[in-house]
């Protein structure tokens, strides 16, 4: 992927920075990840997503890691599958930040579609997609484990980037 996922605003240009997810990035994404999530990734998920298959970026600030994105590249379409942005950093335009570089990402690409699940119960999200300009497709009945053998429903979303 040779685009720059750049959408930053002026006075933060310089502070922040993009790069793709590498192995050593990690032990820094575990650490957010386990405190983001109900039911977070294993570090072998994202292990196994670094490959020309997956776009996963890091995006920092004065070199802290605030979230990170990682989507599958598909025929003319691209799907989300993980973006999260560190708890002490969530509210702060962060998401929409990397949503909107995901969004450049997938037209670079020739994405048609940008394409993601989310928890039913995971209002918050459901509220940014919404405000970042994902529309509500359809529901995935019991997609989601959801702890003592229950499932939970995705809801899928779209954009066109
Ligand atoms: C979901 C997540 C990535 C969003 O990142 P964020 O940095 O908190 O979101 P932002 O601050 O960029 O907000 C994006 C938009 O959503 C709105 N928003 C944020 N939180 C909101 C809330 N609780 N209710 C309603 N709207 C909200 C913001 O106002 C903003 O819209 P605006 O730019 O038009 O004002 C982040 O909260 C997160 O990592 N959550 C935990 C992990 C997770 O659930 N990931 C998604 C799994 S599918």
């Known amino acids: 992927m040779s685009a720059n996922p750049d959408p930053t605003p002026g006075a933060e240009r310089d502070r922040v920075s993009w790069a793709p997810m590498t192995p050593d990035d990690l032990d820094e994404v575990m650490a957010i990840e386990q405190t983001a999530h ?31 994105f990682l989507a599958m590249h598909g025929v003319q379409e691209m799907h989300l599958l993980n973006i999260t942005v560190a708890p002490a950093r969530q509210g702060q335009g962060w998401g929409r930040m990397m949503l909107e570089a995901l969004s450049l990402l997938s037209r670079h690409a020739g994405a048609q579609w940008l394409w993601l699940e989310v928890r039913q119960s995971n209002w918050r999200a459901l509220q940014v997609y ?30 066109k980037p």
């Open 38 to 68: 109900s039911h977070p990734w294993t570090r072998g998920n994202f292990q196994d997503s670094l490959n020309p298959l997956f776009v996963a970026q890091c995006l920092r600030l004065d070199g802290e890691l605030l979230g990170f």
């Open 130 to 159: 919404k405000r970042c300009g994902f529309q509500q497709i359809s529901i995935r009945k019991d997609y989601y484990p959801a702890g003592r053998l229950q499932r939970e429903h995705a809801v899928v979303m779209s954009l």
